[in-house]
């Protein structure tokens, strides 16, 4: 069985792609991933300037999945090109896409420029940190302000804009305005904003107290972001949130996803997780009696 989606004029082979955040800093992990079966990668979310990030710690382990205030640390767009440009002569048929982050305009063309120059074949736009102030979910907070950064990354790179959108607020309006704007595909959705405590020492645990939740604890909350954002645009949808298996994988598809972005899975599944999710999807199609991811896609919003 083939199972492959054609999205932005990129094929995904499998239809699992590497999350922005997570075996994202140099060329080597990104490399090893795409060897044990992911169909595509995005980069770590890179800015102007180096940045530290926030400090530790900056993981929490929770029930049902990872609470994380990194910070944005990375090593910022001229140092990190030398990593895409490796990448890009190491995994040649694999789609990459550059994460991008800024508080302004400027900067996020910038940013794209150079992720195309460098190698990548699309750019995401993330609008959707839940903790960093200036930055991320503040820019889709502003629909004018996104509007504005779509619009003019779109017009500065010949290639697909993804829009990455947190799950807070009405995310079918932001998609709405999002694809007005121009980007090519929403991404659906970013972590959850939330926190842990610490009851014996009575403080929260994370170095930035506020963070964001991701991991199968928020797949309901992604499953429900996709299909509002399926009925709201016409533009193509990558899920991500909490997939963890291939019944997961295929939920999001029946909601309206393209295809996956997976991240927290890696940590409880290993580095072999796009292998073992793509044979799960494999066997399920097969079970049911489906050879195409088409008969799939969206297919949860014919039966009400
Ligand atoms: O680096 C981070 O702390 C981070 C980012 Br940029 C993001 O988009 N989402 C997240 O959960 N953490």
Do not use: W
């Not at 980069?43 to 940045?51: A, H, N, V």
């Not at 950064?149 to 998609?175: F, T």
Request: with cysteine.
């Amino acid at each position: 069985m083939e199972l492959n989606s054609e999205v932005l004029g990129l094929t995904f082979q499998p239809p699992l792609i590497l999350a922005s955040g997570i075996l994202d800093q140099t060329a080597e992990s990104m490399e090893r991933v795409v060897q044990e079966g992911m169909g595509g990668v995005v980069t770590k979310s890179i800015g102007i300037e180096p940045r530290e990030g926030h400090p530790n710690p900056t993981v929490v382990e929770l029930e049902t999945g990872l609470l994380n205030a990194m910070g944005l640390p990375n090593p910022g767009i001229e140092c990190y090109t030398k990593e895409l440009k490796e990448l890009k002569s190491r995994v040649k048929d694999t789609p990459i896409i550059g994460s991008v982050f800024a508080s302004n305009t400027e900067d996020f063309i910038l940013l794209a420029e150079k992720m195309i120059l460098n190698g990548a074949d699309a750019v995401e736009l993330n609008l959707s940190c839940p903790h960093a102030e200036g930055y991320g979910a503040s820019i889709a907070s502003d629909l004018e302000l996104m509007d504005e950064v779509i619009h003019e990354v779109k017009n500065s790179i010949n290639r697909p804009v993804l829009a990455k959108l947190p799950p807070s607020g009405e995310i079918d309006e932001k998609a709405k305005v999002a694809e007005e704007s121009g980007a090519d595909a929403i991404v659906c959705v970013n972590t959850v904003r939330a926190m842990a405590i610490n009851f014996e020492t009575r403080s929260p645990i994370l170095g930035n107290r506020i963070g964001g939740y991701s991991g199968k604890g928020i797949k309901p909350i992604g499953l429900r972001c996709v299909y509002e954002v399926y009925e709201t645009v016409d533009i193509p949808i990558i899920g991500c949130g909490g997939v963890t298996t291939g019944r997961d994988a295929l939920e999001y598809m029946l909601a309206g996803a393209s295809a996956l972005q997976l991240g927290t899975a890696i940590k409880y599944r290993g580095v072999e997780t796009p292998k073992k999710i793509t044979d799960e999807m494999a066997s399920l199609m097969k079970k049911e009696d489906l050879s195409n991811l088409k008969e799939i896609i969206g297919k949860a919003h014919q039966l009400r």
